[in-house]
DNA sequence: TCTGGGGTCCTAGGACCC
DNA sequence: TCTGGGGTCCTAGGACCC
């Protein structure tokens, strides 16, 4: 079984937690340069403030409900998520930091999952002022449905229990595709069009359909509405593939300058970011972009590959500022415009060794089963490095088809059970 | 007038190799 | 009824998440 813990409405708890004379005002948290609502308490949601709107379309309800408005404080949110999964280290042995506002937790152990939600929730609140939904299921999928539930019905006092013993008809039956984890605006909207409405009705799906309509990511979603875990527990963060640091003016820029000089900025903040994980890049991308709500919006990038990984800040701030002039037209307004890294590698190389070891044990004709080498890796770097997807070929003269399995795993000793 | 920032994964297609 | 077979690497685009 898994728990989901999710702080409610977060930024806007936050900031109540240190200004507990707004427990009752509506809030609203803005993006940088103020420009876009992106977290709402509840009283500001019931006066039906939309999530993501641009500041000035929601100017005058704010003005008229006198909604309390904040610019976002992302170190804070920062210091209270560290708060927040601190309390529920103490709850499971086995937690998987989702985001800034969410864990997973095992609770496989537990022998009373309503009691250990109420305990989780109820310890959070205390040791931290910030309220959480707990939504404990045989599946993450599952699991956020759960937390779904305490959102709709207060008695449930914040713990949304599924379990397979349950009426999951009914419960998945109000569920609306749109509000499954996995389904975006995209997915929902083109399965509504198919007759698939709510998750009862995804999960009675005809599976070789979805596939080939959706993709294998929609099939997983489907078994773990039936209770099947797609998805496990990551304790580990794995390595990032990317860093990335952008942001938007404010206002239209068109002096080379000034992009310049936002570019160094952005490369020092992502190369720090970079040192502090020890890791180095090979290849650098900037871009700018402008226009983008008129009708012709447009944007340029350029990336470089770089011969030797680095971490060296004062070089890569000269190869950006070459890309961006590279791609930089004058007189163009621009909005935004931002830096990535790419081809991360750790900065020991640690891989080499690892590798070559396995290298060696085969040359010399060890006999070495996939599964110690999976076993290997994945206790050096954290589950989920590398997995094991069981595939089906369909052979024919004329077509090949290689799909990946919806039930993927990191333990080779449950291929022969899977494939 | 003013419209966030930072990620992941999957798929398809093309270039190229023997 | 018909194309050789088998592979790698890279890129672009599209979807999703918070």
Not at 299 to 309: A, C, D, G, M
Request: aromatic content about 10%.
């Amino acid at each position: 079984m898994i728990a989901l813990v999710d702080c409610r409405n977060f930024y806007a708890s936050c900031e109540r937690v240190f200004r507990p004379d707004l427990a009752k005002t509506p809030i609203v948290i803005l993006s940088s340069n103020d420009g876009c609502i992106i977290a709402r308490s509840d009283e500001a949601k019931a006066l039906g403030v939309p999530m993501g709107e641009p500041y000035f379309k929601a100017a005058h309800i704010i003005k008229e409900f006198k909604i309390v408005v904040f610019s976002a404080n992302f170190s804070l949110y920062g210091n209270m998520s560290n708060r927040v999964m601190a309390v529920l280290g103490e709850f499971s042995d086995k937690l998987e930091i989702y985001s800034i506002d969410e864990a997973f937790l095992d609770c496989s152990q537990e022998k009373d999952l309503k009691e250990y939600g109420r305990l989780i929730h109820y310890t959070v609140r205390k040791w931290t002022n910030i309220p959480v939904a707990v939504g404990i299921a045989p599946t993450k999928t599952l699991a956020k449905i759960g937390c779904l539930l305490t959102k709709r019905d207060p008695d449930l006092c914040g713990v949304g229990l599924v379990t397979a013993n349950m009426d999951l008809t009914k419960i998945l039956s109000e569920v609306s595709v749109s509000d499954i984890w996995g389904i975006g605006r995209k997915l929902s909207k083109s399965l509504k069009l198919n007759g698939i409405n709510n998750a009862q009705e995804l999960r009675m799906a005809d599976l070789r359909w979805i596939q080939k309509r959706y993709g294998i990511n929609v099939v997983r979603t489907i078994y773990e509405l039936h209770g099947t875990a797609c998805s496990e527990l990551r304790q580990l963060r794995p390595i990032r593939k990317s860093i990335c640091s952008s942001r938007s003016f404010g206002r239209k820029i068109t002096e080379l300058r000034e992009i310049e000089e936002a570019v160094a900025a952005y490369v020092s903040r992502a190369a720090e970011k970079l040192r502090s994980e020890e890791l180095k890049t090979t290849t650098i991308g900037v871009y700018i972009r402008g226009g983008r709500f008129t009708n012709s919006p447009f944007s340029q990038s350029y990336f470089v590959n770089l011969f030797n990984p680095t971490d060296d800040t004062s070089f890569l701030i000269k190869i950006a500022q070459t890309a961006i002039r590279k791609i930089f037209k004058a007189g163009i307004r621009y909005e935004k415009c931002g830096v990535s890294f790419f081809n991360l590698s750790l900065k020991s190389q640690h891989q080499l060794p690892l590798f070559s070891s396995i290298n060696q044990d085969l040359m010399e004709g060890k006999q070495l089963n996939l599964g110690t080498i999976i076993d290997k890796l994945n206790q050096r770097y954290g589950r989920d490095t590398l997995f094991i997807s069981a595939c089906g070929i369909t052979p024919s003269w004329k077509t090949k088809a290689i799909k990946m399995s919806p039930h993927y795993t990191t333990d080779w000793r449950q291929l022969p059970t899977i494939g």
